[in-house]
């Protein structure tokens, strides 16, 4: 990758790096190669390496040295989805017999791949509290390779402490990985922290306009980097031209889109917390939330992800979410409109009966960039 803005602030680089001028007209924009294969010059004469757009294509090339340089790695890869990313680190990592410690609340489908696809392996896992070191290092045997850590996680916004996380890693000789989906690189860089590997959905902050699926991975070892693009090529799970165009889009904006997910998600949580019908807000800016501390050492800003809990039960959660007018009842989550969500029956239900199991009267938020007054009001109405 280019190291040539490196030196710049975080808002810089989202425009930047990457983001080279093209060489025959000028344009400041990459284009998008919409290309399959590439003209060689005699028999293994590449132009600047490129043969296959499966191996590689300059659009996602764009992307993956713009990742690279947000997450401070030294490569990144970019795939077709959050989970085909998850699929190949895992498939890399991982041999049967391995063990890898997973957290007690994470993303349903996350979940799903450990539990219904990578266990056919012979791959074992087990869960921890990764909130708590002690929890993690009680989960860790001899043959625990990775370490798998959401922080703030979905839907219960725990926070980890990712350097403590990363010193149980190292001592037990396994890989940290940390999804940074919910805080995206602007809020939290983990390989600074001490992780091994940073995953990202794309769809979600990164794309920032709910327009495109991708997944992405970044580290900071040249031989991990290595493996994990031979098992991409070969795997072949890649993000498309267009797709990558729109991610590599959406990133130039999203320093400024995260300072008012942030702001307007602190606005929320705080009328929530003194609404009558709302037992519990989740939400690491709030001085109460158990992670808080952390989160205000490792994080930026809080982001733009609320969840609480309703004293009505579930079915007041479900009737909730159908009564919003500007929230939009929806799953995924990061994009500029606001989306309101019930987990137990949408995102996570494939956790159901398990140890990562929601409670029903959970409510999800992604906190969008509208105005805040709008969205305070609508929520108002909403909860009666």
Same mark, same amino acid.
């Given at each position: 990758?280019?190291?040539?803005?490196?030196?710049?602030?975080?808002?810089?680089?989202?425009?930047?790096?990457?983001?080279?001028?093209?060489?025959?007209?000028?344009?400041?924009? /990459?284009?998008?190669?919409?290309?399959?294969?590439?003209?060689?010059?005699?028999?293994?004469?590449? %132009?600047?390496?490129?043969?296959? &757009?499966?191996?590689?294509?300059?659009?996602?090339?764009?992307?993956?040295?713009?990742?690279?340089?947000?997450?401070?790695?030294?490569?990144?890869?970019?795939?077709?989805?959050?989970? *085909?990313?998850?699929?190949?680190?895992?498939?890399?990592?991982?041999?049967?017999?391995?063990?890898?410690?997973? /957290?007690?609340?994470?993303?349903?489908?996350?979940? %799903?791949?450990?539990?219904?696809?990578? &266990? %056919?392996?012979?791959?074992?896992?087990?869960?921890?509290?990764?909130?708590?070191?002690?929890?993690?290092?009680?989960?860790?045997?001899?043959?625990?390779?990775?370490?798998?850590?959401?922080?703030?996680?979905?839907?219960?916004?725990?926070?980890?402490?990712?350097?403590?996380?990363?010193?149980?890693?190292?001592?037990?000789?396994?890989?940290?990985?940390?999804?940074?989906?919910?805080?995206?690189?602007?809020?939290?860089?983990?390989?600074?922290?001490?992780?091994?590997?940073?995953?990202?959905?794309?769809?979600?902050?990164?794309?920032?306009?709910?327009?495109?699926?991708?997944?992405?991975?970044?580290?900071?070892?040249?031989?991990?980097?290595?493996?994990?693009?031979?098992?991409?090529?070969?795997?072949?799970?890649?993000?498309?031209?267009?797709?990558?165009?729109?991610?590599?889009?959406?990133?130039?904006?999203?320093?400024?889109?995260?300072?008012?997910?942030?702001?307007?998600?602190?606005?929320?949580?705080?009328?929530?917390?003194?609404?009558?019908?709302?037992?519990?807000?989740?939400?690491?800016?709030? /001085?109460?939330?158990?992670?808080?501390?952390?989160?205000?050492?490792?994080?930026?800003?809080?982001?733009?992800?609320?969840?609480?809990?309703?004293?009505?039960?579930?079915?007041?959660?479900?009737?909730?979410?159908? %009564?919003?007018?500007?929230?939009?009842?929806?799953?995924?989550?990061?994009?500029?409109?606001?989306?309101?969500?019930? /987990?137990?029956?949408?995102?996570?239900? &494939?956790? *159901?009966?398990?140890?990562?199991?929601?409670?029903?009267?959970?409510?999800?938020?992604?906190?969008?960039?509208?105005?805040?007054?709008?969205?305070?009001?609508?929520?108002?109405?909403?909860?009666?």
């Amino acid at each position: 990758m280019s190291h040539e803005h490196l030196d710049k602030s975080f808002e810089t680089i989202a425009i930047h790096a990457g983001n080279t001028a093209d060489p025959l007209t000028g344009a400041v924009v /990459p284009p998008i190669y919409q290309v399959s294969t590439y003209k060689q010059d005699g028999v293994g004469g590449l %132009r600047g390496g490129y043969e296959y &757009s499966r191996s590689a294509n300059p659009t996602r090339t764009a992307l993956e040295e713009n990742l690279a340089a947000l997450e401070g790695g030294v490569r990144g890869l970019a795939f077709a989805s959050g989970l *085909a990313a998850e699929d190949c680190l895992l498939r890399t990592l991982l041999a049967p017999g391995d063990h890898v410690v997973i /957290p007690n609340d994470a993303y349903g489908g996350t979940f %799903r791949l450990f539990a219904k696809v990578v &266990s %056919r392996w012979g791959v074992e896992w087990s869960v921890a509290d990764t909130s708590d070191p002690a929890s993690v290092r009680a989960a860790v045997t001899d043959r625990t390779k990775a370490i798998w850590v959401e922080t703030p996680s979905n839907p219960l916004l725990g926070i980890t402490d990712i350097a403590a996380v990363a010193a149980v890693a190292k001592d037990a000789g396994a890989k940290l990985v940390v999804d940074n989906t919910f805080a995206s690189p602007y809020l939290q860089q983990p390989l600074a922290l001490g992780a091994d590997v940073v995953v990202h959905s794309l769809t979600k902050y990164m794309g920032g306009h709910s327009d495109v699926v991708g997944g992405a991975l970044v580290t900071n070892s040249a031989e991990l980097s290595e493996e994990l693009a031979y098992h991409q090529n070969a795997m072949g799970a890649v993000a498309g031209p267009f797709d990558s165009w729109l991610v590599l889009r959406g990133i130039k904006t999203l320093a400024v889109r995260m300072d008012r997910h942030s702001e307007n998600a602190g606005k929320i949580a705080e009328m929530l917390t003194r609404h009558p019908k709302v037992s519990q807000v989740l939400y690491p800016g709030l /001085p109460e939330h158990p992670g808080h501390e952390v989160a205000a050492k490792q994080m930026r800003a809080f982001g733009g992800m609320i969840s609480f809990r309703v004293t009505g039960g579930e079915q007041e959660a479900v009737d909730l979410c159908a %009564r919003t007018k500007v929230f939009t009842l929806g799953e995924s989550l990061g994009g500029v409109e606001s989306l309101i969500e019930h /987990p137990g029956r949408m995102t996570h239900a &494939s956790v *159901a009966g398990s140890a990562l199991e929601v409670p029903g009267d959970l409510v999800r938020l992604s906190v969008g960039i509208e105005n805040a007054d709008d969205l305070l009001a609508d929520l108002q109405q909403a909860l009666g």
